[in-house]
């Protein structure tokens, strides 16, 4: 029998950095938000205090290169680990289906980058418009939150969990599926917890459990085979990577980690072949492909290693997203008679970043990237490096629709300030046909 959810946070929540003499509770089935809305908090349950050491640290050892990409536990169901939308709602295929065909569409939210290590105010910013969004009609109501990375700063500890990822949540009515960005893997110097620890616990647990970093909190860890998997849903397949510790680039495969991942994409990509799926695909990992601006540089070997798995199974996805440059960006890439939007979504609450230097003046989209010889076209359509935000993804039979919601609009905001759709079979931009 399920535990009744808890409806008041603790005091102190579990402060050890790897939970040692404190378990998880198993329970019957999923639970997310608290059963009684509760207000924002206004600060921190534990202090954190300055990073500016550890990263002085960092720095030192990357100049001295002496920073490589860590492994990682293999997942569950090698070459190609599964998750269901089903399977993390706990009800049948065949009802979910009969949901989604009678909406007529998928909704779902994403954005990364969201814990904050000043204070409450921003994530809760970007949460509360997301709860805000299941005011709505229920056909429009998301049934998802896919995270694109970088839960909590700056080390993936554990005992942060409670303050950038529990409460902010606590009123999200639906589950939240997350990728590992660099943060939530990388470990700080000096400490000897394992990389990816705390992730792993709270995304990636065999059962429904309430993991210890809750704090009395009702959600559920999620129960994501490891680190790269493909989720699947009514409409929807997203293949979704780990892009590794560095700060730039995004790593998927090299003699540090080994070639899972490419083994895996190869899979997943062979398999939406067999099955001629015929929804929307898209591709997700922490680190972007393209970045305009002077923060995060491209991930260019890492691109070319998902195109040439594109290229040899003859697959290519309708959209790819990412997070780590903390604010918006969306990109339109001109592959053969195809658009592909790649899109950055990073300002989920933690620190935004401005795209130009300071003293310059801001950039003008649309704006075509300087690509070396012989690669795609590559154009900067829009972009907010003002406001935290999210995606709100629609997918329908026949469309894939991608809206950027930002966060200073307030709860009561419905209209995007910016948008892009894709017609599913000819994978061309085209004008959203409404439901």
């Given at each position: 029998m399920a535990r009744k959810p808890h409806t008041r946070k603790p005091k102190t929540p579990p402060q050890s950095e790897e939970m040692d003499n404190v378990g998880a509770t198993e329970l019957a089935g999923p639970v997310f938000a608290q059963p009684q809305p509760t207000p924002d908090p206004t600060?921190?349950?534990?202090?954190h205090p300055s990073d500016n050491p550890a990263y002085k640290e960092i720095d030192k050892l990357n100049a001295e290169h002496k920073l490589a990409p860590l492994p990682f536990p293999a997942p569950r169901g090698v070459p190609e680990p599964r998750l269901t939308l089903a399977d993390v709602l706990d009800v049948s295929e065949a009802?979910?289906?009969?949901?989604?065909?009678?909406?007529g569409q998928l909704v779902f939210h994403s954005t990364g980058d969201t814990g904050s290590t000043r204070g409450p105010k921003d994530q809760n910013l970007v949460a509360d418009k997301m709860v805000a969004d299941f005011t709505d009609d229920d056909k429009d109501k998301p049934l998802f939150f896919f995270h694109l990375g970088?839960?909590?700063?700056?080390?993936?500890?554990?005992?942060y969990y409670y303050d950038q990822f529990y409460e902010p949540y606590r009123n999200y009515p639906?589950?939240?599926?997350?990728?590992?960005?660099?943060?939530?893997?990388?470990?700080?110097?000096g400490t000897k917890v394992a990389s990816l620890a705390a992730f792993l616990e709270n995304f990636c647990a065999p059962d429904f459990e309430v993991a210890p970093e809750a704090g009395g909190l009702s959600r559920t860890a999620q129960i994501q085979p490891g680190v790269f998997f493909t989720f699947e849903a009514p409409l929807l397949r997203v293949l979704a990577l780990y892009s590794n510790t560095l700060e730039d680039p995004g790593v998927i495969a090299n003699n540090d980690i080994g070639n899972s991942q490419l083994d895996y994409l190869a899979a997943a990509l062979a398999r939406v072949k067999a099955e001629k799926f015929v929804g929307a695909l898209i591709i997700a990992h922490h680190h972007p492909a393209y970045t305009a601006g002077s923060l995060h540089g491209w991930s260019i070997d890492m691109l070319n290693e998902i195109d040439a798995a594109c290229n040899k199974a003859g697959v290519w996805p309708h959209a790819v997203l990412s997070g780590h440059a903390h604010n918006y960006q969306r990109f339109t890439r001109r592959h053969g008679n195809t658009q592909i939007p790649y899109i950055v979504c990073g300002n989920g609450g933690h620190g935004l970043a401005r795209l130009a230097r300071k003293g310059t003046s801001a950039l003008r989209t649309?704006?075509?990237?300087?690509v070396p010889a012989n690669s795609d076209p590559v154009t900067l359509e829009n972009y907010?490096?003002?406001d935290y935000g999210y995606l709100r993804v629609v997918v329908t039979p026949a469309q894939l629709r991608i809206e950027y919601q930002p966060a200073s609009d307030g709860a009561d905001a419905k209209t995007p300030d910016d948008f892009v759709t894709v017609d599913l079979k000819t994978r061309t931009l085209?004008?959203?046909?409404?439901?």
């Open positions: 600060q921190f349950e534990v202090k009802s979910l289906q009969s949901q989604v065909q009678s909406n970088d839960v909590i700063y700056s080390f993936g500890e554990g005992k639906a589950p939240i599926v997350a990728l590992a960005g660099n943060h939530d893997g990388m470990v700080a110097p649309p704006q075509a990237l300087q907010d490096d003002q085209v004008h959203f046909a409404a439901t």
